[in-house]
């Protein structure tokens, strides 16, 4: 079952503008994972936020935690056409398994 | 370092029938997990593999079994394959049991059952 609902779904936006995708979960966490995924290839990790941590950044990518709203946020800056994937955010439980959402599908025009 | 490799990369197999998929885990690492995908979905837990161990276990029935081998490498196997077993075929790696570190995963099998 998935434990995460992503918004928005999808998500389409001029090269250079900010893109922010929200993920909402169930259960409590260990730490919760963003990834990227190209045209049904394999996953690319971008960040992953502890569950103690309520903000961290890696280059043009913020990632903010609320664990007492249970949700976190992807916030891409300056974004640009590579940019353009879907977005998944996945949350560890103390076993390590990992519960993804259903995804944000990104599409930035150049 | 090549990272988590998986083969083959595409596979086409008829109804019925068995299928083995198999994953290299990135250096350092000695957890493997699986992970399916349907088109337009979010990865599915489907096992996860310590120490030559299954560990945990999703929401998929028996038909899907797996091993773990002394290198840490593993292989995924489906029997008596069904229409529904068409996605894409994640195995994730991660040190252990990736409790508090990222998964890195490969590139992913495609699977198409006729």
């Known amino acids: 079952s998935q434990q995460g609902e992503e918004d928005p779904q999808a998500l389409s936006i001029q090269e250079g503008e900010n893109a922010t995708m929200n993920c909402s979960y169930k259960?409590?966490?260990?730490?919760l994972q963003w990834y990227r995924q190209n045209s049904g290839r394999g996953l690319v990790h971008l960040i992953l936020i502890r569950s103690n941590e309520r903000e961290k950044h890696s280059g043009r990518l913020r990632v903010t935690l609320d664990t007492s709203k249970k949700s976190s946020s992807l916030l891409i800056t300056a974004s640009r056409a590579a940019d353009t994937a879907s977005y998944f955010c996945?949350?560890?439980?103390?076993?390590?398994?990992?519960?993804f959402g259903q995804g944000t599908t990104l599409q930035v025009k150049p | 370092d090549a990272g988590v490799t998986q083969s083959p990369t595409h596979l086409i197999k008829t109804r019925g029938q068995q299928v083995t998929l198999r994953c290299s885990p990135k250096s350092g690492h000695d957890t493997v997990s699986w992970y399916q995908q349907a088109l337009g979905q979010g990865p599915q837990f489907i096992f996860q593999?310590?120490?030559?161990?299954?560990?945990q276990r999703g929401n998929f029935p028996d038909r899907f079994s797996g091993h773990q081998f002394p290198n840490y490498s593993s292989e995924l196997n489906v029997n008596a394959l069904l229409l529904g077993d068409s996605a894409l075929y994640l195995c994730a790696s991660a040190r252990d049991r990736g409790l508090y570190t990222e998964a890195f995963f490969g590139q992913g099998t495609r699977l198409t059952v006729v």
């Open positions: 996945a949350t560890a439980s103390n076993t390590g398994k990992l519960i």
């Open positions: 259960t409590s966490i260990n730490n």
């Open positions: 593999y310590y120490e030559e161990e299954e560990r």
